[in-house]
């Protein structure tokens, strides 16, 4: 297990916040209206317990699905909802996925969902409600 993303990942910019959390990585092939995120789960990530933070979790399906949004219809989006299913413990040194998509939209609000996966397995799946920001 090493610390480097397994091939066809990279380091993309964020926002600050995002940026502090990481290493994200970025596949560098999606597809439109979908995005790939990749982490090697860390001490720094984890909770009491030794598992990944919830938090973190959402934060890393908030950003997936938001990036899923923005490239696909380039307009910046907001969360309004975000609901999240926990079905198993993300845990230290897991290599976990985050595989977001673009469900629906109107003009003023986009419908997505998620999963992040280990090892072919769903751990935590999701789905956001987004507000679509002016377009500039």
Same mark, same amino acid.
């Given at each position: 297990?090493?610390?480097?993303?397994?091939?066809?990942?990279?380091?993309?910019?964020?926002?600050?916040?995002?940026?502090?959390?990481?290493?994200? =990585?970025?596949? &560098?092939? $999606?597809?439109?209206?979908?995005?790939?995120?990749?982490? *090697? /789960?860390?001490?720094?990530?984890?909770?009491?317990?030794?598992?990944m933070h919830g938090g973190m979790a959402a934060t890393l399906a908030d950003s997936a699905m938001a990036r899923a949004l923005v490239g696909y219809l380039g307009r910046r989006a907001v969360t309004l909802r975000m609901s999240l299913? =926990?079905?198993? &413990?993300? $845990?230290?040194?897991?290599?976990?996925?985050?595989?977001? *998509? /673009?469900?629906?939209?109107?003009?003023?609000?986009?419908?997505?969902?998620?999963?992040?996966?280990?090892?072919?397995?769903?751990?935590?799946?999701?789905?956001?409600?987004?507000?679509?920001?002016?377009?500039?």
């Open positions: 297990m090493g610390d480097d993303p397994p091939e066809g990942y990279v380091t993309v910019a964020r926002a600050p916040f995002v940026n502090h959390v990481g290493p994200i =990585y970025q596949w &560098t092939d $999606n597809e439109p209206g979908r995005m790939r995120l990749g982490l *090697r /789960v860390a001490e720094t990530h984890s909770n009491s317990f030794g598992f299913d =926990y079905l198993d &413990t993300l $845990n230290l040194g897991d290599w976990l996925e985050v595989n977001a *998509r /673009v469900v629906s939209h109107d003009e003023m609000v986009a419908h997505t969902d998620c999963e992040i996966i280990v090892a072919g397995a769903a751990r935590v799946h999701g789905s956001a409600v987004f507000r679509l920001l002016r377009k500039r």
